[in-house]
Each structure stands twice: as C-alpha cells, then as structure tokens.
C-alpha cells in the first residue's frame, strides 16, 4: 500500500523544506566576515607635514625660490605601531632671495603601506591612523580614511590621504606637551577590507555602516572612471 502524506503533512514538509534551502546563504554570508585578523601586513606607518604654495603665486615675478619646506615628519615601520612625531622648524630664504608669500597653507599626509598575504585581491580598506599618549597609552586622536587601491595576492602598496587637521588638536597639558617634543605613540587599525569578489572582512569591532561606505566609495569611482 503506497505511503500517502496527509495536508497538514505536506504543509508542514514544505516549511521544513523552505527553511533549510534559506539557511545556506546566510551560513556563507557570515564566512565572508571571519573573526581572525585579515591577512595584511602593516609594514610601514607614516605622517607629514607638508607647506603649500597659493595656486596663482609666480615665483618668477618677485616672489620666493618655491623651495619652502616644512620638516615636520613622522614614521614608523612594521606592525603598524610605535612611536614617531612631528618636530622641526621651516627653511628660510637667505641672501638676495625674496622672502616666501605669506598666503602659505600646510597639508599633512597620512600614509599607510601594506602587503596582502591573502589568496584575494584587495579592492579598497577602510582603517584608522591613532595616535596614543606614549606613557599611559591613553588614545589622543582618530583619523579615519577609505583607500581605494588594488592590492593583488602578495603585492604591497602605500595608502596615501592629505588632511588639514593635524595629528592632535588642542588636547590636555600633559598632551600637548607630549606633541610638542614629537613623541607621540601612532599606530593603525584596519576595521574593513574591500575583496575583488565583493566579499568583505569586517573588525568585530566595527558597524557594518563602515563596510557600507567602502562598497558605496568604490562604486562612485568605478562610474566616474572612462569607459
């Protein structure tokens, strides 16, 4: 005698059914944001102080040489860590030379070199440059950056962003007396990477809506660029 399913049977099979075929793409999902740090290496951590010339300024036509130079710079190399600061004073000119425009505006850039050790190509990496009290380790300043590079398997390559803010801003005595004699602690966090698949590793740490803005970052530049 054939085995014959009643309606409340057939009804409850396809529930059963139906739930464990949508139960796969979330397993895969949560694989795609694994726990243990992401296979990049931090080799070299940096930060400068650069001087800036006003875009109309014609050194030809009575104004300075153009060789203004602030020496204010900072690096660190390996593990993304350490200690480094900004000390130093600003070259002048001498002699017959005129003196520099007094409209000059200073940039500081913020590096980051990496080496991807993974299997996948790297698209884009959202990370922070923090910058600690070097006695108590207290954290002092955040800057945040998204970077946009392709990073195949094995390859390294130097993040690179300019900001107008400096290392630390007006902070506590203690601090800024720290800041002034340039020994500042830095030292960088990773908190999303971008894959060439559209799989992404995220920081536990870290909201998704970092994630987000790495994914939406990448597909403005990807319309911007020619066909």
């Keep these: 005698m054939p085995f014959i399913l009643e309606p409340r049977q057939l009804t409850r099979l396809s529930w059963l ?8 793409p979330a397993r895969t999902a949560q694989l795609e944001q694994p726990g243990a740090p992401p296979p990049i290496e931090v080799i070299k951590l ?7 010339l006003p875009q109309n300024f014609d050194p030809s036509n009575g104004g ?3 060789s203004i130079n602030d020496s204010a710079t900072s690096a660190r190399s390996g593990g993304g860590g350490g200690s480094g600061g900004g000390g130093g004073g600003a070259s002048t000119t001498q002699g017959m030379q005129p003196a520099a425009p007094s409209r000059v505006s200073f940039m500081y850039v913020y590096s980051m070199k990496i080496k991807n050790h993974g299997s996948k190509e790297i698209d884009g990496v ?6 600690l009290d070097p006695t108590t380790s207290a954290e002092l300043s955040r800057h945040q950056f998204l970077s946009f590079e392709k990073v195949a398997p094995d390859k390294t390559v130097t993040f690179q962003s300019e900001q107008r803010t400096p290392p630390v801003r007006t902070v506590r005595t203690q601090a800024a007396e720290v800041n002034k004699h340039g020994n500042l602690s830095e030292k960088s966090e990773i908190k999303c ?3 060439d698949d559209g799989t992404t590793w995220r920081d536990a740490n870290t909201s998704d809506d970092v994630c987000n803005l790495l994914r939406k970052g990448k597909a403005g530049l990807s319309r911007k660029r020619p066909a």
Excluded: C, P
């Design 46 to 52: 940096k930060w400068e102080k650069e001087a800036r």
């Design 193 to 195: 990477v971008l894959y």
């Design 17 to 24: 059914i139906f739930l464990s075929v949508i139960t796969v």
């Design 64 to 66: 300075a040489s153009g």
């Design 126 to 131: 959202a990370w922070d440059y923090v910058f």
